[in-house]
């Protein structure tokens, strides 16, 4: 959801019209949703050897019920993408094309980490959608920033390729270089575009910067799945205060940002019933 406020902020000065905003809130949301029932789907084979408990190997859920569950949230996604436009419908119809690639294809692949980076660009490009035209969806600051958080999720999730076991400290290196690459990304963006916020977004850019490799110096340090595991999910938590920095600088608007902010609550109460790794 920090995405959707992040790219709507980038377009409008405010969360009004609050309509659009809301069903692009739903649109997100019921993607992810879509993405963790394909997720299920697609893995079931693996899930029956190593976690029967899940719904599927269970016999909780059959395939199918699952199937159908997730098709229908890809067809509401897109039924409130309709309602905000033609430049939402685009990127919901893109973002349902790169989840069945990650989930069903790419997941294990080299090119699995770059298909999640896509589904973070496009989220961000999702909250930017409620626009005119799709010449003014497709234009600078959204694209900057979107293209910075999506290189900043291919290094995180590189980073997470070999977690249930010991990982290879010359990939997690490589795999932390990429994630740098992001965070300077937004940095650039912090240089070249009129801020709202004087030095503070600068500040917290460094504080994340900061505790985020401090995380994956330890994992390197010590590639254990335990370390690995805290190091990636500090790196995703990470996500929403970038979010929330991105909005700080581009409004000026403390209550705004504290708002996307908040979403970290509802972020770690999930994580704690669902894996984030």
């Given at each position: ?32 949703m ?8 697609f ?14 190997p ?9 199937a ?16 905000v ?10 973002l ?6 990650y ?44 293209a910075a ?20 400290r ?27 916020a004087?030095?503070l ?64 609550a ?12």
């Open positions: 959801m920090a995405d959707i406020f992040l790219g709507f902020l980038l377009t409008h000065d405010s969360l009004d019209p609050s309509l659009h905003f809301g069903l692009l809130l739903v649109t997100s949301v019921c993607l992810y879509s993405g963790m029932v394909f997720n299920d789907v893995d079931r084979g693996i899930d029956a050897e190593e976690r029967p408990e899940r719904p599927i269970s016999g909780r859920v059959s395939v199918r019920q699952a159908t569950f997730g098709g229908m949230l890809m067809l509401a996604a897109v039924g409130a993408a309709n309602v436009g033609i430049s939402s419908v685009v990127v919901a119809v893109a349902i094309a790169c989840i069945l690639a989930d069903g294809v790419l997941k294990r692949t080299p090119l699995g980490p770059i298909a999640m980076g896509g589904c973070r660009f496009l989220n961000v490009m999702l909250g930017a959608s409620a626009v005119d035209s799709l010449s003014a969806h497709w234009a600078m600051p959204q694209l900057h920033v979107a958080l999506g290189v900043y999720v291919v290094g995180v999730t590189w980073f997470a390729r070999d977690e249930a076991k010991e990982s290879n010359t990939q997690l290196l490589l795999a932390a270089t990429v994630i740098n690459l992001g965070l300077a990304g937004l940095l650039a963006f912090f240089l070249n575009a009129p801020g709202q004087g030095n977004p600068m500040i917290m850019l460094a504080v994340v910067t900061f505790t985020t490799n401090g995380r994956l110096a330890a994992a390197m340090r010590n590639p254990s799945p335990q370390t690995v595991q805290m190091a990636i999910k500090a790196s995703i938590l990470s996500l929403v205060m970038l979010d929330a920095t991105v909005v700080l600088f581009q409004t000026g608007d403390t209550t705004l940002a504290i708002a996307t902010v908040a979403l970290l509802p972020a770690t109460l999930i994580g704690r019933f669902i894996s984030i790794t």
